[in-house]
């Protein structure tokens, strides 16, 4: 168990529709990150947060946003799914001082998306 | 950004060491190079994480030359719980972007 929670564990929906992901991370840790599993795009990050503020940014897509609130939870909403968003969806966090994207993270189990 | 690959699938037998490798030619000068342990249906487990030359722990060691441009995951007397997917993830530097490797699926047999 790394610690970092994430809920659902699965989630269906129909294309169109908005879904929000929720994660909360390691107790202590500031950065939360953001990451997308599917067997074509194999394992590829999204966002980072740090105390809040937005932190670096990957391939995240602008009908996807998230945010880091006050308690150091997190939300990823994705909205106008399509069939290809389909996939895991990771949440990890890190202790690293700093917001630094490159230290070691604790993954939580993930989120199964399916898009009908 | 840095593209990274590895090979697609490994073998190996219970007790031999195992080197997967990981090439990442646009490696940024402040990009770290980390790796990544994934079972089915679980998060990615973090391993080890190094800038230069060698690091070793108590699961693995990783090798990186001076070019930095690859990396190498070495795990010594591998057993069947070694049987996973393993990663490299390349960035964190000075473009705060980081790429995972295309993974390697290492089946170790009795």
């Known amino acids: 168990d790394s610690g970092v929670t994430q809920t659902p564990k699965h989630l269906i929906t129909a294309t169109g529709q908005r879904v929000t992901l929720r994660c909360s991370p390691r107790?202590?840790?500031?950065?939360v990150y953001w990451y997308q599993q599917s067997l074509d795009q194999g394992l590829q990050f999204l966002i980072q947060y740090y105390n809040g503020e937005e932190r670096a940014k990957g391939n995240i897509l602008e009908r996807f946003s998230a945010q880091q609130f006050p308690d150091l939870h997190s939300e990823l909403n994705l909205s106008s799914l399509e069939l290809g968003d389909s996939a895991l969806y990771f949440c990890a966090s890190s202790a690293a001082s700093g917001g630094y994207p490159g230290n070691e993270q604790f993954f939580g189990p993930g989120t199964r998306l399916t898009v009908l | 950004l840095a593209k990274t690959t590895q090979p697609i699938s490994m073998d190996s037998y219970e007790g031999q060491e195992v080197n997967i490798t990981c090439s990442h030619n646009n490696i940024a000068t402040n990009d770290y190079i980390t790796w990544y342990q994934q079972f089915p249906s679980q998060g990615p487990r973090f391993i080890i994480q190094g800038y230069k030359t060698k690091v070793t722990n108590e699961v693995a060691s990783l090798f990186i030359p001076a070019d930095r441009k690859s990396s190498t995951l070495s795990l010594p007397r591998v057993s069947l719980s070694d049987t996973a997917v393993y990663y490299c993830?390349?960035?964190?530097?000075?473009?705060?972007?980081?790429?995972f490797g295309t993974g390697t699926r290492l089946q170790v047999f009795p």
């Open positions: 107790s202590g840790d500031l950065s």
């Open positions: 993830l390349v960035g964190g530097g000075d473009t705060d972007k980081l790429i």
